[in-house]
Nanobody
Framework: QVQLVESGGGLVQAGGSLRLSCAAS????????MGWFRQAPGKEREFVAA????????YYADSVKGRFTASRDNAKNSVFLQMDSLKAEDTAVYFC?????????????WGQGTQVTVSS
């Protein structure tokens, strides 16, 4: 069973940067496309970014396009999210997971997430 552990969150001023990491333990996840998601207080979890299994293709929500960059290191069973030009509305708990195509489900159990707080 793969376990996901997100890290790298923190408190940052608007305009600043953070780099999130997601490490997977257990079975190798290099064959899975991975996604980043976030959940703000009182809101539903939303899609932020996705990266193909090879890292060759990335996809972003319009709200973060041009500011966030997803990457991965399959040798280290890890995916990353570089977040630049952060805004107050980016404040949320960030999660990673592997979405199952054409469904609303995911391959792995959710981790604890990592809190990102952007002060304006």
């Amino acid at each position: 069973q793969v376990q996901l552990v997100e890290s790298g969150g923190g408190l940052v001023q608007a305009g600043g940067s953070l780099r999130l990491s997601c490490a997977a333990s257990g079975r190798i996840f290099s064959s899975y496309a991975m996604g980043w998601f976030r959940q703000a207080p009182g809101k539903e979890r939303e899609f932020v970014a996705a990266i193909s299994w090879s890292g060759g293709n990335t996809y972003y929500a319009d709200s973060v396009k041009g500011r966030f960059t997803a990457s991965r290191d399959n040798a280290k069973n890890s995916v990353f999210l570089q977040m630049d030009s952060l805004k107050a509305e980016d404040t949320a708990v960030y999660f990673c997971n592997a979405p199952i195509s054409n469904s609303g489900d995911y391959y792995f159990n959710w981790g604890q997430g990592t809190q990102v707080t952007v002060s304006s």
